[in-house]
């Protein structure tokens, strides 16, 4: 079956700080990736998208996300972390093979402290 | 920027009635699906419709639950008789093609009593 970890609950970081979520997957097909942040009460705004390619992606917001399929991970970054990117974070994976569906992580909490 | 919307925000309705959570996905995207996150929990698939029937489901989806593209613009899900355990925030998105990006709505949060 295809799931999704988010091994991070919860991740303090100072503001100013360099961020790393962690995400990992399994799934019997090449997977396609994202990461969506959900701000309290608010829907799901997509970050950054994996199709094929490069396996370095840019997203909104400064972030990016590295695919390495030997580690079967899609790890998000940002190299200087705002107050403002306080939010909750969630991997998400589909594949052709498995319709459309997206199968999501439990997601990460960000609290950001000044 | 088109987006999705979805309508009301926030339902509430009592133990057993029917709700009807609505959707307008992007003009002219083919793929459309329903989410939902219960409180403090993953965001989980319900149910992807294309050429107005259901691809595919969850098993989540039982016989409660329906969808429908009554005209060219709007997506409902209808959920018959609601249970308690049905409150959630409800996500409905969108795909121009069957391995594109999603996009979401807003979420429509329903509350059972």
């Known amino acids: 079956a295809q799931s999704v970890t988010q091994p991070d609950i919860h991740i303090t970081v100072s503001e100013g700080a360099s961020l790393e979520l962690r995400c990992n997957y399994s799934y019997g097909a090449t997977p396609y990736l994202f990461w969506y942040v959900q701000s309290p009460g608010q829907g799901l705004q997509l970050l950054l998208k994996?199709?094929?390619?490069?396996?370095l992606v840019q997203g909104i917001k400064g972030f990016e996300a590295e695919f390495k399929r030997s580690q079967s991970s899609f790890n998000l970054r940002k190299p200087s972390v705002h107050w403002s990117d306080a939010a909750e974070y969630f991997c998400a994976v589909g594949a052709k093979e498995y319709g459309n569906k997206l199968v999501f992580g439990a997601g990460t909490i960000l609290r950001v402290k000044s | 920027e088109p987006e999705v919307t979805q309508t009301p925000s926030h339902q509430v309705t009592q133990m057993g009635q029917e709700v009807i959570l609505r959707c307008v996905p992007i003009?002219?995207?083919?793929?459309f699906y329903w989410y939902r996150q219960i409180l403090g929990q993953k965001v989980e698939f319900l149910v992807s419709?294309?050429?107005?029937?259901?691809?595919?489901k969850s098993e989540i989806f039982d016989d409660q639950f329906s969808v429908e593209r009554p005209d060219g613009s709007n997506f409902t899900l209808k959920i018959r008789s609601t249970k308690l355990e049905d409150s959630a925030m409800y996500f409905c998105a969108s795909s121009l093609d069957a391995s594109g990006e999603q996009f979401f709505g807003p979420g429509t949060r329903l509350t059972v009593l």
């Open positions: 003009s002219n995207h083919l793929y």
């Open positions: 994996y199709f094929s390619g490069d396996t």
């Open positions: 419709f294309y050429n107005n029937e259901i691809s595919e």
